[in-house]
C-alpha cells in the first residue's frame, strides 16, 4: 500500500472515532468501511463491529470482528470495550461485563469506566442467607423495587 492511500484510510478512521465519540454510530460506520475498503486494518475491527452490531443488527458479525481485533492486538482495552457494546447491543449483560472487566485488566481506560458505571451494581439479596437465585429474594425484589422500598 501506498503511503497516500494509508494517510487517507487513517483520516477517515480519526473521523469514525469523532463521530462514535459523538454518539453518530451510523456516520462513524460510513467513514469506518471507506478506510477499511482503503486499507485493510485489523486494529479497526473492534469499531466496525459495533458499528455493524448496533446499526445493522449483524450481531454475529459484530462478535466476530471485535474477537479478529482482539487477536489482532489482545493488549488494547479498547477491543474489549466494543467488544461488550456489542453484547450489551445483544442483550447479553453478563458477558458484556466480563469483556468490560477483561479491558480493565489489560489497562482499562475511561471509556470502560464509564459504561461499567452506567451499568451499576447489583444490590445484595433481600434475605441474606438465600441464595440471590432462590425463588423468594427474586420476588421480594422486584416487588420492593416496583414499591420504590428497594
Known amino acids: 500500500m501506498d503511503p497516500q492511500s494509508g494517510a487517507i484510510a487513517e ?12 454518539g ?29 452490531s448496533k446499526e445493522r443488527g ?11 481485533a482482539i487477536a489482532h492486538e489482545e493488549n488494547n482495552p479498547v477491543h474489549y470495550l466494543y467488544l461488550g457494546k456489542v453484547y450489551l447491543v445483544a442483550g447479553d449483560k453478563t458477558l458484556a461485563l466480563q469483556a468490560l472487566r477483561q479491558g480493565m485488566s489489560h489497562g482499562g481506560g475511561h471509556g470502560i469506566e464509564e459504561l ?21 429474594n427474586k420476588f421480594l425484589g422486584i416487588l420492593l423495587g416496583r414499591l420504590g422500598l428497594r
Open 24 to 52: 453518530n454510530v451510523l456516520a462513524a460506520l460510513a467513514c469506518l468501511e471507506k478506510a477499511l475498503k482503503t486499507w485493510d486494518y485489523p486494529g479497526w475491527y473492534s469499531y466496525l463491529g459495533f458499528c455493524i
Open 11 to 22: 483520516k477517515d478512521f480519526k473521523q469514525a472515532q469523532k463521530e462514535l465519540e459523538a
Open 58 to 68: 449483524h450481531v454475529t458479525r459484530g462478535l466476530e470482528l471485535c474477537n479478529k
Open 116 to 136: 461499567l458505571a452506567s451499568i451499576g451494581t447489583r444490590k445484595p439479596p433481600v434475605i441474606p442467607f438465600l441464595s440471590r437465585d432462590n425463588p423468594l
